[in-house]
């Protein structure tokens, strides 16, 4: 049975794309699994897009190849995530909605739906 639904508003988003290679798996590693493991995922590198409804706000992705890739993916999104902090914290005069934007909400906003239960 569904008791109501809510929406979240989301001023940003990112989007994230790794590419990786497939090489054997250290066996010996492995040998007390129930599933032996016979290839392994080795990232080799990422792209990373920051997205908005505003404009302004939004960046060319980030492309990154090379060593320490995950250190880099969170170093990244650790950067992003500061940027973002500081783009919300700036505090500005909202506009008076017009009747549209009242009754539908802001204009291609991201909305994300969950379902309460």
């Known amino acids: 049975m569904r008791v109501g639904m809510c929406h979240f508003f989301l001023p940003f988003y990112l989007v994230a794309d790794f590419r990786a290679f497939l090489t054997e798996a250290d066996s010996d590693e492995d040998a007390d699994k129930n599933s ?3 290839n392994e995922h080795n990232v080799c590198g990422f792209a990373c897009y920051r997205l ?3 404009s302004e ?11 320490n890739v995950m250190d880099k993916f969170y170093d990244h ?16 005069p909202m506009d008076d909605l017009d009747d549209d934007q009242n009754s539908t909400g ?12």
Do not use: C, M, W
């Open 36 to 38: 032996p493991v016979t």
């Open 52 to 54: 908005s409804q505003y």
């Open 57 to 67: 706000h939004q960046k060319e992705p980030f492309v990154y190849s090379g060593p």
């Open 77 to 92: 999104t650790v950067t992003e995530r500061n940027k973002i902090r500081d783009i919300l914290n700036d505090k500005k």
């Open 106 to 117: 802001p204009p291609n906003a991201i909305i994300v739906t969950r379902h309460l239960q």
